[in-house]
């Protein structure tokens, strides 16, 4: 209202003006002065009053100035930038639940979002310490409230002290806050039982994603067939994808073994590298461990061969280890990257270039919002790390409250402190329902006609493989769609259950795929996992029947 007043006014002084002799020196001290042409009050006039006419003639003519920014013009690595965590299923899931609470009609009530790993959304709750330090930090005046253990204003106290000004509004300095880094350091030495780190290689970041998506900076370049080839594991987080299409470099696609519960084998590696090196140049194996979408957690000979196979062809690692606290299958055991390159001998710790990232979005704690996570970079160019420091420096720091979260994750309390009993019953609590689920989801999936589910050995998700009749692809087809997003699609809108379609994520050829979360409670799993069950059976008899 205030700018149509403003403009409204703005009309009327410069009819008025029309009307009225220009105020001019002269006419205020009846002296005239030489002039180089119209006066700088009238030349301002005449520029807006000449923008004002030429603006209302285009819209008297039905036509405006054309849009600088369009399809045509839009950089066409960002048209090729597809997430489908967040792609056609999501929006089209938003649209009916935004249809249900306008009070439509479904053969549902509510919408189960399954489709990303979103703790908090799912209704986990918050580790009470963490959110007490990071209150704490926030509003340092709760220091004097007898409701927060000393424990935790121990921690905020410390934390507060590395920031400037001690308060978590100001800017840390670009790597992070410098006890925040000590802290991770110690907690990498403690968790690799001894292997050396030095909190100098730690780097906060926003979230694991902006870590990778920054070390992928300085490594894609070149054109032509010296382009940067980026290794990746089929079927991977999008965000790999997502990053190499922006970043104009090539996807270098590996698949694992789905017959061998996703299992990297070395002979697909071998076949994926040479491949690839007829039109582009291989920099980067990334890995994700424990997996997303798969589950699956890699073995310690596994990942050998991997760091045997850098090592040969001179190949930066990026190993994603985020999921390193959810591993729920009794032998399976989480081994870093960062460890086994350690025990292979200094020939090769001393040499392989690795970066491996953590967050504060997933584990026991499922911070998404926050935005916290870190990486942890080895054997660097020195003069590559100062370039990597001027670009972390581009985008001045991550979130401190993300980056205390992180500390709380690093630095927990320890069995002499007060909060420790409480911590440990929360931790064990959330990572003992998650293998619940898993093996639930495993068994009652892994029961339906036309679906197999690998064992949900960590992270938070299955990725079933399901059948689909023929009718239903060449159906799917005809719609110009692929065959497991027909499926998602056809699922969402008679069930309300939202997944993502494993064309999402990569498949091999043939193969059809969804990928959920097991995040639910056991309650709302359980009606998800029904649901699923009831309509891939009804799916298969619909289409068969055409058959």
């Known amino acids: ?185 110690a907690y990498i030495e403690q968790r690799d039982e001894g292997v050396p780190s030095d909190w100098e290689n730690i780097y906060l970041t926003t979230g694991a994603s902006d870590g990778i998506m920054t070390i992928l900076r300085l490594l894609v370049s070149g054109k032509d067939s010296s382009r940067t080839g980026v290794m990746i594991p089929i079927p991977q987080y999008p965000l790999y994808s997502a990053a190499i299409s922006e970043m104009d470099a090539v996807q270098v696609n590996y698949y694992l073994d789905e017959d061998n519960c996703w299992a990297l084998d070395i002979n697909e590696l071998y076949r994926a590298y040479q491949a690839a090196k007829l039109h582009c140049q291989p920099k980067v194996i990334c890995i994700i461990n424990p997996g997303n979408p798969t589950g699956q957690v890699q073995s310690k000979k596994c990942i050998e061969e991997v760091l045997h196979f850098a090592y040969e062809e001179n190949l930066f690692v990026m190993s994603d280890e985020v999921y390193q606290d959810n591993v729920y299958t009794p032998d399976c055991q989480f081994h870093s990257f960062k460890k086994v390159l350690y025990e292979m001998g200094p020939e090769y710790f001393n040499s392989v270039e690795l970066a491996s990232f953590h967050s504060t979005s997933k584990g026991y704690t499922g911070e998404c919002g926050f935005r916290g996570g870190y990486m942890e970079v080895i054997n660097m160019d020195p003069e590559v790390k100062a370039q990597l420091v001027k670009l972390l420096s581009v985008r001045l720091c991550p979130p401190l409250a993300g980056q205390a979260a992180m500390d709380v994750i690093v630095n927990p309390p320890q069995p002499d402190e007060h909060s420790y009993k409480q911590f440990h019953q929360e931790k064990s609590s959330v990572l003992g329902a998650l293998a619940d689920k898993a093996k639930l989801t495993e068994q009652i999936l892994n029961a339906v006609p036309g679906i197999k589910c690998n064992p949900v050995q960590g992270a938070m998700y299955a990725f079933p493989r399901i059948f689909i009749p023929p009718k239903a692809v060449e159906e799917a087809k005809a719609l110009g769609m692929q065959p497991d997003m027909f499926y998602c699609l056809r699922l969402l809108e008679e069930t309300g259950i939202c997944v993502v379609p494993g064309s999402g994520f990569g498949q091999k050829d043939g193969t059809y795929h969804f990928r959920m979360t097991i995040l639910p409670s056991i309650e709302k799993l359980k009606v998800l996992l029904g649901k699923v069950r009831d309509f891939h059976i009804s799916f298969l008899k619909e289409y068969s029947a055409l058959e």
Request: hydrophobic share 35%; charged share 25%; net charge positive.
């Open 1 to 185: 209202m205030y700018r149509l007043q403003s403009l409204a006014a703005r009309s009327l002084i410069a009819g008025a003006l029309d009307q009225c002799t220009p105020l001019t020196l002269t006419s205020l001290t009846g002296v005239r002065h030489k002039s180089q042409g119209p006066s700088v009050e009238k030349y301002g006039q005449m520029r807006f009053l000449t923008a004002e006419a030429k603006v209302s003639a285009g819209r008297l003519n039905g036509k405006m100035r054309e849009k600088t920014l369009t399809m045509d013009t839009l950089n066409p690595q960002v048209k090729a930038v597809e997430y489908a965590v967040r792609g056609p299923i999501v929006i089209k899931a938003g649209e009916i639940e935004k249809y249900l609470e306008e009070g439509g009609t479904k053969p549902f009530s509510e919408v189960i979002k399954a489709n990303i790993g979103d703790a908090h959304a799912m209704g986990q709750q918050p580790i009470t310490f963490l959110r007490q330090v990071v209150a704490l930090c926030t509003f340092p005046e709760l220091m004097d409230s007898p409701s927060f253990p000393e424990d935790a204003k121990w921690r905020a106290r410390r934390i507060l002290q590395g920031c400037g000004g001690h308060s978590l509004g100001s800017y840390s300095a670009s790597p992070g806050v410098e006890c925040i880094r000590k802290d991770i350091a």
